[in-house]
């Protein structure tokens, strides 16, 4: 479960609100975010089946410009990008470090 930026989708409050079908937890995670990111984040916002899954993405995520790189470049992480490490990815990084240390593990 880990997305193409190296966090860990089975940890995200998102994804396990959507699968537990959990109003409160979509609740909690949507005040919790919107006051960590500053940004107007609603419980209806919160659903996502993961990154790299087929079904739900939460709404930053589906318009997530790391996700849509790796897509485009049929790589399977930001690890296994030629460009690794750019600029937009560590700029995440600063905001999301777990996610630069999953990477590193990744390319490894």
Known sequence: M??????????????????????GK????????SKRYKAEIKPEQINCDGCKSD???F??????????CCLSKNADNCAACEHYLC???A???KLAPEAGIALEKLGS
């Open 2 to 23: 880990i997305a193409y930026c190296g966090l860990n989708c089975s940890n995200c409050d998102t994804y396990l609100a959507t699968k537990e079908d959990n109003d």
């Open 26 to 33: 979509r609740e909690a995670t949507a005040l919790k975010w």
């Open 55 to 57: 079904g739900m993405k």
């Open 59 to 68: 709404v930053h995520c589906n318009i997530c410009e790391i996700r849509h």
């Open 87 to 89: 600029d937009t990815l």
């Open 91 to 93: 700029r995440f990084i």
